[in-house]
């Protein structure tokens, strides 16, 4: 319980949790915070908030964070607490010996969507021009890789086009593998508002969820589809397009690329694409597709949000493609109430990928092979740089266990628990000889590190997030940080100990370097945020208050590009053995793997994962409602309770992965899309059977 009085001081930040990036004023009495209030005039929440910000941030001063850094020879032996200098020179040196005596790209590291834009920045400067090599990857990998994928190719950047505010003018809404009642509530709500105001629903997921039917709201198709049947289905709906009659010639004659588009008619065209054949693969009824694709084409302005069923699929690519496709023919890009809209999961997503993570692009989606850019980021940062793209995370687990890759420095993300295949991380862990873990608590990675260095939470960070809708928004220090030492100072530390010098006093001068280096962020600065609220990239001289809405006039890449979807089914099937598919979501009142939501004393967040499993499927199984029942794959067994819903379709079942007891992705499979490596979390085949183990 905390005990509220008057504020002391007042510090306006940003929610740390989702990429809706609600605004925040934290109330401060001394140095603690008291209460967290939506702010009024945050351009992302316009006043509104959820109840993980406005509620879910005792987790800052919890009594498991660790504070003080520690160091260990080896993970059989305890921890050994040390100073902030002891533990940057052993890591330094540590990494410093394997490149010694493994080669250069021995070793690597992995950014954080929860950290800032200027905290992922200089990781991955650390890499590129510290380490000398591009091993540098981010948690968005697993997550929203093939967003950036498929947008870039279809667009030429990895961003969605709208802007959140933009729902109000769709008069259609497609929903596809989001689930933004739970995931997005803030968002959800003004999407629900505008659904209030008489714009048409429809919903392509295959779990009932609750937008499909809330008060006052009711989908006008929801098209539940067996999961994995994605690229299918939106393959489908651009059949209809063009069968009926219903492209939109003239845009497509102004802004689309005519070669691609005839490639593209012709394979639409083809009969496995029709409705009739379509039906068969994915479940859902001809007659409802071609419903939903008329109301798409034809119902006025028309816009799609999706999340993490779209991406992570072994298609998740493809499908961003097949969306964007449909958008083109259909004229839905470049106004207000139309285009492609990812919703990213993690408060950053969208930052860590513009602020060059991924291991083939500099900050600014620029190819690591381009002379020019990295002529520019040499003369910059005053080292030469490798033209040669790094690796990916699941290629830095592979390297590890064929004895390539020895050592990795992880901030923010806890991979042993959130990846694909547990086993197979951990493995992977296991071989490398120095594993560095920054974070606020011994998560699950840390089992497996050598040097731990405390992190800070979001109320003792200056610094920008990124959102959804491309919104930069300012972070401001609430509190000290509880070690001393800030996540950009640390990384700084590590730079130089490594022989990288890196002299920044505060963060707003590594933003002033991004903007010297991103022309999407050329406008950027402390100054401009806190004179404007936040601003949308690209911020520049063309745009110097930024850019809601994308691609107005044109394409970033010119003419937009229509992409041949060929679907293919996933490699992942059922059989006798594993009869169902399993797919994953999340709940409102807790967060991912629940690190932060878990540690929040004063709400009762529900308290363990469950599986939704259909009646028919429970009743052949013996199986009763809160039964603990076993769900195994090819890949691994884990114990949960049972929830018999008729929200999942016969055959398919659903949970959450917020607690590391049921540990789904101890059985989530080793596929991923074929483009990005995002791992194919939403698509197991799975058995479920009573059981007495917990
Ligand atoms: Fe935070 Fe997202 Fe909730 Fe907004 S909607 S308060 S950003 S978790």
Known sequence: ?????????????????????????????????????????????????????????????????????MIRASIDEPWREVTWEEAIAHAASEFKRIQAKYGRGAIGGITSSRCTNEETYLVQKLIRAGFGNNNTDTCARVCHSPTGYGLKTAFGTSAGTQDFDSVMQADVIMVIGANPTDAHPVFASQMKRRLRQGARLIVVDPRRIDLVRTPHVEAAHHLQLRPGTNVALINALAHVVVTEGLVNEAFVAERCDPVDFGIWREFILRPENAPEAVAAITGVPAAEIRAAARLYATGGNAAIYYGLGVTEHSQGSTMVMGMANLAMITGNLGRPGVGINPLRGQNNVQGSCDMGSFPHEFPGYRHVSDDAVRRAFEAEWGVPLDPEPGLRIPNMFDAALDGSFKGLYVQGEDIAQSDPNTQHVTAALRAMECVVVQDLFLNETASFAHVFLPGASFLEKDGTFTNAERRINRVRQAMKPLSGMADWEVTMALSNAMGYPMHYSHPSEIMDEIARLTPTFAGVSYELLDRVGSVQWPCNEAAPEGTPVMHMGGFVRGKGRLMVTAYVPTEERTGPRFPLLLTTGRILTQYNVGAQTRRTANVTWHDEDVLEIHPHDAEQRGIRDGDLVALSSRIGETSLRARISERVQPGVVYTTFHHPESGANVVTTEFSDWATNCPEYKVTAVEVRPTNRW
């Open 1 to 69: 319980v905390i005990a509220l009085g008057q504020p002391q001081r007042e510090v306006l930040t940003t929610c740390a949790y989702c990429g809706v990036g609600c605004s925040f004023v934290a109330e401060l009495q001394g140095d603690r915070v008291v209460r967290m209030t939506p702010y009024k005039d945050g351009k992302a929440n316009h006043g509104h908030s959820c109840v993980k910000g406005r509620f879910a941030w005792g987790y800052a001063t919890h009594r498991d964070r660790i504070t003080t850094p």
